[in-house]
């Protein structure tokens, strides 16, 4: 009998130290590029977009043009700023974006999660807040396809009794 408890003993130690071994993973290096840049792909509905974010004063470029003028709506902008504030690093980076696809909502949240991505790349110690926030998921919601005898994805043609 004591047999079989030193064995179960010594499952739960090495089970244990297995465990132990998992949880303690190497901490993640910063990806930059040799321009100091870190680079990532945001996607939302059917919009893509390519970011790259550096130290700088905050100023943030969209497809060649500046963010007031690309996402006049305050909340397109809003939106785009979220993850600076989430982690604490407003006016600290360049966002230089090229997005392409969908409308100008789904942009915005294609640049969100771009920009939430390239900045848990740059700096590792930001993921747990914006992973915290949600902005490292991709909103996998997109237009549902029209169904055949439908006359949208769901609605149905008039129904006449008789």
Not at 21 to 30: D, I, L
Not at 77 to 104: C, H, N, R, W
């Amino acid at each position: 009998m004591s047999d079989a408890i030193k064995t179960l003993e010594g499952l739960e130690a090495v089970a244990g130290g297995a465990s132990a071994a998992v949880a303690m993973e190497a901490p993640r290096e910063p990806e930059r590029d040799a321009l100091g840049r870190s680079y990532a792909t945001g996607k939302r509905k059917d919009a893509v977009a390519r970011v790259w974010i550096k130290p700088g004063s905050g100023k943030v470029v969209v497809n060649g043009k500046p963010i007031n003028e690309y996402f006049a709506r305050p909340v397109l902008q809003m939106i785009l700023k979220q993850p600076f504030t989430v982690s604490g690093t407003e006016g600290q980076f360049d966002v230089m974006a090229t997005v392409k696809g969908g409308g100008l909502s789904g942009q915005a949240g294609a640049v969100k999660h771009g920009v939430s991505r390239a900045l848990q790349l740059y700096d590792p110690s930001l993921r747990g807040a914006l992973k915290a926030a949600g902005f490292l998921t991709r909103d996998s919601r997109v237009v549902e396809r029209k169904k055949y005898g439908k006359a949208k994805a769901r609605k149905s043609f008039q129904f006449s009794k008789r």
